[in-house]
């Protein structure tokens, strides 16, 4: 799968819900980063779904080049 275009260059922190479905962005271009908002349409690129397992704090990949989606895995700090 293609990276998207780096967003921001960190984690973006969300108070997740246990059981709710989260739609992170993979493109970058989403202005309600970390998560989808359609402008994805007509490229390559199409949201990942992820489902909370628990309710907490999770650090979403901001700058779209993590190997573990849809969280952060540290590859900003090479941006």
Not at 9 to 22: D, L
Not at 56 to 64: A, D, L, Q, T
Request: charged share 20%; with cysteine.
């Amino acid at each position: 799968m293609a990276k998207g275009h780096v967003a921001t260059t960190s984690p973006i922190p969300v108070e997740v819900e246990e059981g709710k479905n989260y739609f992170w962005c993979t493109c970058g271009q989403s202005a309600n980063q970390p998560f989808c908002d359609g402008s994805h349409k007509g490229s390559e690129f199409a949201p990942m779904k992820w489902t909370a397992e628990e309710t907490g704090r999770k650090f979403f990949c901001g700058c779209k080049q993590t190997d573990g989606q849809p969280f952060c895995d540290g590859s900003h700090k090479g941006l």
